[in-house]
């Protein structure tokens, strides 16, 4: 598991986020450390973004505050640079998170990267591939929300039924060539001299190397995926239980 961040800094483009995410968004970012900073960014006098009010109380958000200063300009987006930008050089940030579907926020991601700081994303399928990509870590909102949508709807509904009307089929997977090649070059570049590589070690280098979650298949662990896809051969050490996976055709 990677070590907490004791400080994550969170930008919301609420013109690009649906009000529906943020539950995920926060309960994601919380698995990794503590989201300090919490802001959101839009016109506010928009009746468009009215859906936001509740869930800016409900989540300790704050809202900033930005007017059109003329038609089809985003300034929010401009705001929001900025002010990453000043948190980058004035505050101990040890991660950022950017809730937006705006490819525009690639050039930002980038340069907080090249600080060392990890930076994770959040925005819908139609994101542009540059900004997912440019991101430590990139979650598809809509994998959030249905997730989170109907664990509230149905208080009793279990976790795993759940998720099997959202994941994808090892099926789907293994004609993902981008996901397996994720998976395999993870191996590759992590296995000992006999072709194993532990589990933890793959994660590890496959967060370091690409935007890849297992949420955006439907999982909520990297092992419960690598189990579904049905591409390598499993052991479990019962005494440190400790996982190790190898390329099924190393066995062939």
């Known amino acids: 598991m990677s070590k907490k961040e004791d400080n994550i800094a969170l ?6 986020i649906s009000h529906k995410a943020i539950e995920g968004i926060i309960n994601e970012l919380s698995k990794y450390g503590k989201v300090n900073i919490r802001q959101a960014y839009g016109n506010w006098t928009k009746e468009n973004l009215k859906n936001w009010e509740e869930k800016l109380l409900a989540f ?18 401009i705001l929001m640079t900025i002010d990453a930008m000043d948190l ?11 809730a937006t579907s705006d490819s525009d926020f690639t050039p930002v991601v980038m340069r907080v990267q090249a600080e060392g700081i990890k930076v ?10 540059p900004f997912m990509v440019a991101c430590s870590q990139f979650i598809f909102t809509e994998k959030l929300m249905t997730s989170y949508t109907q664990t509230h709807e ?21 004609r993902d060539t981008w996901l397996v090649n994720v998976l395999r070059t993870a191996v590759e570049q992590t296995m000992d001299e006999d072709g194993w590589a532990n589990l933890a070690n793959i994660g590890q280098y496959i967060n370091n190397s690409s935007s890849f979650s297992p949420i955006n298949f439907g999982y909520k662990k990297l092992s419960n995926l690598i189990d579904e896809i049905d591409l390598f051969d499993v052991y479990l050490d019962k005494e440190s239980k400790q996982m190790s996976i190898r390329d099924k055709r190393l066995g062939n």
């Open 60 to 77: 300790a958000i704050k809202p900033i505050q930005q007017f059109d200063y003329s038609r089809n300009k985003n300034a929010t987006d």
């Open 120 to 129: 994770y994303g959040f925005g819908e399928k139609k994101t542009p591939k």
């Open 88 to 98: 980058l050089h004035t505050k101990d940030i040890d991660a950022f998170a950017f």
């Open 11 to 16: 930008f919301i483009d609420c013109d690009n």
């Open 154 to 174: 149905d208080v009793d509904t279990d976790t795993t039924q759940t998720e099997k009307h959202t994941r994808k089929t090892g099926d789907e997977m293994r």
